[in-house]
């Protein structure tokens, strides 16, 4: 055989060379568009006047946001990780006297939903349990079209101009020299751009705490992020926040149980989501708004208008209008969740857009993706975007087209077919925009009262309780420690002193770089409503691992296993292997899973009862991991009288969320209080 090839010659490096032919380096240069023309403001979108709408002449906002919007195919540039489930959403009281939306207009009425839940930053393939912003993008499928609201599980959001995004998410997805970290923000680029980019200040905040590692989706909040407008029959505008508060409450994980559950199970959300609707559990989420009328637009210390401002409920309160429930799964997760197109554009009559800069450019940025990932315009086709109403338009033609169109004519105006389809007037249910009053000099400018980036991340830290404090610290020091740049590290702590001082103080010595000099915000307000110490707390849907072997007190777990299944707790059987466990008296329980098969980080509590197995070292040990690790995620233990030998030899202490049966004859009620409360931060895991 010929190996002369294997020998260096000169030819040896040509395809380094063909290469170096498309490499760019940007450093030091001037930016331009792809057409070379030099960029004067690389900040904000073109505006009709400073807090008026972006004009679609911006040229260089479009090519940018274009060329963002077609960069991945197939998976979504964002959100591209997301489950599904089908749902029903029904009015407990009509909004006539606010909205024209004929699916708010009748006391009771129901609407076909379907709602997408997603992490933002990692690939389809990341784990579910990364700390991570979530998507909450519920589509009604009205008698009036579709009406997609398109939010997240944090009210707010990092940037205040759409022009911006691009920015982000390449800060925040894997550095593209080595494509890490997968589905985290915890390296240089992220961080980089929050400091030079200090808007983003209270989103990151909320980013650093408890909300961004969610329980499970059934325990998450969802907002429609954006201020969007309500229009009445009258035509009367009333500015609106809408918000999903889940019926069981706000809960999370703790940041530790979250990355052993993403070697555990990468599925563990999702798997909890279906799961939940397979056995009837059908997550619940009550329906807000937020209302603020037209003449009280500039009566605030923020801007309505800004994105990265949330309206505390104590100023603006929240009026609860409907609950949604989830109740089927999908068929096909490709046919539905992958292909299900989302665009805040998607409005009925009667609810409509405000000059919002984000909103404003995800009005393009949504329609632009779907054209690139889906295949062409007919997107809206395919089973799971198609409207429950019928749809006639002069529309033809493009990949994909499912409809056929009888009929010789395809445009407006027309005679040969009567004027068909014809346009409908406002009484008649057509769409017709608010008329705002808008006056500007044309201007690439941000509004002046979108300035204060500090207050409302201030509000935040002031409104969280003393465990979530530290958890926003913890996240905060392990975030930036991964930050290899010193500069990067230094220019956060500097940041983040605006915020709070002690906080900034604390961070900078976990991150080995100079004490903050800068002062906090002098805020000191705070919205009891942001901590998730005053959420809601039940037993209902929780799940409990019962860590067993033979020789149970058979009575005794039954009335325990009884009184868990009355409160709606479920719970799995685990032991040494599956299948038949026995009691002492000969009563047979069915093991479904095994210490190999499952982990306490999956439960969100553990009955321990022991005892005995064939190979009692590995079943004593299996036990014991099992135990610490809970202790430590501060989950609430029950333990039976036959487990007490077992809890002695872990490093759980009798406690605060300890339960114990010996001498109680109330065990099983107070351990279902305890797993209702579901975290005891007041134990102290480290002297034990």
């Not at 331009?32 to 906002?61: I, Y």
Request: net charge negative.
């Amino acid at each position: 055989m010929d190996k002369s090839w294997l020998n260096k010659g000169k030819d040896e490096d040509a395809k380094e060379q063909q290469l170096e032919q498309f490499i760019v380096n940007n450093d030091g240069k001037k930016m331009t568009t792809n057409q070379g023309v030099k960029v004067s403001n690389d900040e904000d979108s073109l505006k009709a006047g400073v807090r008026g709408p972006t004009l679609m002449e911006d040229f260089h906002f479009r090519e940018k946001m274009t060329h963002f919007d077609h960069e991945r195919i197939p998976e979504r540039v964002v959100h591209a990780r997301g489950y599904a489930a089908h749902g029903v959403f029904e009015l407990y009281e009509s909004m006539k006297e606010y909205t024209r939306a004929g699916f708010l207009q009748k006391k009771g009425s129901k609407t076909p939903v379907f709602l997408r839940f997603s992490n933002v930053v990692g690939s389809s393939g990341s784990m579910d349990t990364a700390r991570d912003v979530r998507g909450f993008a519920v589509k009604f499928y009205t008698e009036e079209g579709n009406y997609d609201l398109v939010g997240n599980n944090i009210p707010i959001f990092f940037i205040q101009d759409a022009m911006k995004f691009p920015d982000l998410i390449h800060a925040a997805k894997p550095e593209p020299n080595n494509e890490m970290p997968q589905a985290a923000t915890a390296h240089d680029t992220f961080w980089d751009f929050v400091a030079n980019n200090q808007e983003s200040a209270a989103m990151v905040m909320w980013l650093m705490s408890d909300r961004a590692i969610p329980k499970n989706y059934r325990m998450m909040e969802g907002f429609g992020v954006h201020t969007f407008r309500f229009i009445n029959d009258k035509g009367k505008s009333r500015f609106v926040k809408f918000h999903w508060k889940p019926v069981l409450g706000v809960h999370s994980l703790v940041w530790d149980e979250a990355q052993i559950i993403g070697g555990k199970d990468i599925d563990f959300q999702r798997r909890d989501l279906w799961e939940s609707i397979e056995n009837g559990y059908f997550p619940e989420y009550e329906f807000g708004v937020q209302m603020i009328d037209q003449e009280e637009e500039f009566k605030f210390d923020f801007d309505v208008l800004d994105p990265t401002k949330l309206w505390p409920e104590e100023i603006v309160p929240i009026k609860i209008i409907g609950k949604m429930t989830l109740n089927r799964n999908v068929d096909n997760v490709f046919a539905e969740t992958e292909q299900v197109a989302f665009h805040p554009g998607n409005v009925v009559p009667g609810i409509d857009f405000t000059n919002d800069p984000l909103l404003q450019g995800r009005l393009f940025s949504y329609i632009d993706t779907q054209l690139i990932r889906l295949g062409g315009p007919n997107f809206a086709e395919i089973p799971i975007n198609r409207p429950v109403c019928p749809i006639h338009n002069n529309q033809r033609n493009g990949f994909s087209r499912q409809t056929i169109n009888k009929g010789r004519v395809s445009y407006h105006k027309n005679s040969l077919a009567d004027n068909t389809p014809s346009t409908s007037t406002a009484a008649d249910g057509g769409f017709v925009h608010y008329e705002e009053k808008v006056e500007g000099r044309i201007t690439r400018a941000r509004s002046k009262s979108f300035d204060d980036h500090f207050s409302q991340a201030r509000l935040f830290w002031n409104s969280m309780s003393p465990p979530e404090k530290q958890h926003i610290i913890n996240a905060f020091s392990f975030e930036v420690g991964k930050v290899a740049s010193k500069s990067v590290r230094q220019q956060v702590v500097d940041m983040f002193v605006h915020v709070d001082k002690e906080m900034a103080t604390i961070l900078a010595k976990n991150v080995g770089v100079n004490k903050p000099t800068g002062e906090q915000s002098k805020v000191t307000a705070s919205s009891p409503a942001l901590s998730q110490a005053n959420t809601i707390k039940l037993p209902q849907t929780l799940k409990v691992g019962v860590l067993i072997g033979n020789g149970f007190d058979a009575a005794e777990v039954h009335n325990t296993l009884k009184t868990l299944t009355k409160y709606g707790v479920r719970y799995s059987i685990i032991a040494e292997r599956i299948g038949a466990v026995e009691s002492s008296q000969g009563v047979q329980l069915t093991a479904t899973e095994t210490y190999l098969t499952t982990d306490s980080v999956l439960f969100d509590a553990l009955y321990i009862v022991g005892v005995r197995a064939d190979n009692q070292a590995k079943f004593n040990q299996d036990l014991l991991i099992n135990i610490n690790q809970a202790f430590r995620h501060y989950k609430p233990i029950g333990v039976a009288q036959t487990g007490i030998p077992f809890l002695q030899a872990s490093n759980a202490k009798v406690g605060p969320g300890i339960v114990v049966a010996t001498g109680n004859a109330n065990f099983g009620e107070q351990f279902v209080d305890a797993i209702a409360v579901q975290r005891f931060w007041d134990r102290d895991i480290y002297s034990s």
